[in-house]
């Protein structure tokens, strides 16, 4: 869980979007959620995007709260 946004963020992007994931995936459950199938893509997009900036400390609680912004507004299209 992403409790203290002053704690040292992680060096590389990956293990970003697996946090981000982890924590998205535990707030989003299956029978809850239309769009668990779009976690992955969701989360990569939303990392990637705010990866360039200097500051990487916030990183993770930004891409957080894009992914919630995606879960709350549902699916755009249905998988294929």
Same mark, same amino acid.
């Given at each position: 869980? $992403?409790?203290?946004?002053?704690?040292?963020?992680?060096? #590389?992007?990956? +293990? @970003? $979007?697996?946090? /981000?994931?982890?924590?998205?995936?535990?707030?989003?459950?299956?029978?809850?959620?239309? $769009? $668990?199938?779009?976690? #992955? %893509?969701?989360?990569? %997009?939303? @990392? +990637?995007? &705010?990866?360039?900036?200097? @500051?990487? +400390?916030? @990183?993770?609680?930004?891409? &957080?709260?894009? /992914?919630?912004?995606?879960?709350?507004?549902?699916?755009?299209? +249905?998988?294929?």
């Amino acid at each position: 869980m $992403i409790t203290n946004p002053f704690e040292k963020a992680p060096d #590389d992007v990956e +293990t @970003v $979007i697996a946090i /981000v994931k982890r924590e998205a995936v535990e707030e989003c459950r299956a029978d809850a959620c239309p $769009i $668990i199938w779009a976690i #992955d %893509d969701c989360t990569r %997009d939303a @990392v +990637t995007t &705010l990866w360039d900036s200097r @500051v990487k +400390t916030f @990183v993770p609680l930004l891409a &957080l709260r894009r /992914v919630r912004s995606c879960i709350r507004a549902g699916p755009c299209e +249905t998988p294929e």
